[in-house]
């Protein structure tokens, strides 16, 4: 899917001031797109999420899986130059038993410049344990003025396999609850997927979903 954009017109009554806020862009599928900056616009704020982490599959040997980490965020304000091109990639959610891929704003050309920014995706869930290790904290550029926010932890092991950490955006993969029950996918952008809870059988785990990111432009 390509580059969306919302123009102010059509979010607020009346026609786009001369100056301020103009309009939202998204990108919301996997892999990589260009963007040009538009005409007088001089500042982005950019909101980019990696893609969920994977739960762990279930396993007759071991236990259940606990679910994949949710991906970091980062909401950032960049100075821009009309007619410079910024490549925006998109992180993948991860499959059952992988990490969530990483989501960048990235400067490709044009006089302006700017560090690029990087949202981490969630890591994958493990089999039989209390859960992964924290999520690696995102990254914000030394000349960007952003924040930089966790994803959230997956659910602990316990009875059945585990629920899939929430992201800035929403909820991870519910809990299958039930024995030898397959993992519950993500529902939220870069949220995790659940774990698969073990039995008779193993039980595959639910996958992390796709990153996204948010471009407000200004003038």
Excluded: Q, R
Aim: glycine fraction near 24%; include cysteine.
């Amino acid at each position: 899917m390509a580059l969306t954009k919302i123009e102010a017109s059509n979010i607020a009554a009346g026609a786009v001031a001369s100056s301020g806020f103009t309009g939202i862009h998204t990108d919301v599928s996997s892999g990589s797109e260009t963007y040009t900056v538009p005409t007088d616009i001089t500042k982005l704020l950019v909101i980019i999420t990696g893609g969920g982490g994977g739960g762990a599959n279930g396993s007759v040997a071991v236990e259940n899986g606990t679910g994949g980490g949710a991906a970091g965020t980062v909401i950032a304000s960049v100075t821009v130059v009309a007619t410079d091109t910024i490549t925006i990639a998109i992180g993948a959610g991860g499959s059952a038993g992988s990490a969530g891929g990483n989501s960048t704003f990235t400067h490709a050309s044009g006089s302006g410049s700017f560090d690029t920014i990087t949202a981490p995706g969630g890591v994958v869930g493990v089999l039989g344990s209390p859960g992964p290790a924290a999520p690696t904290a995102p990254t914000v550029g030394a000349s960007n003025d952003g924040i930089a926010i966790k994803g959230g932890w997956p659910g602990l092991w316990v009875a059945n396999g585990e629920y899939g950490g929430d992201s800035f955006w929403g909820g991870g993969g519910m809990s299958p609850y039930l024995n030898n029950s397959a993992g519950k996918s993500a529902d939220a952008f870069g949220a995790g997927g659940s774990g698969g809870d073990h039995g008779a059988s193993t039980s595959t785990a639910g996958s992390g979903a796709v990153g996204v990111c948010l471009i407000m432009e200004f003038k």
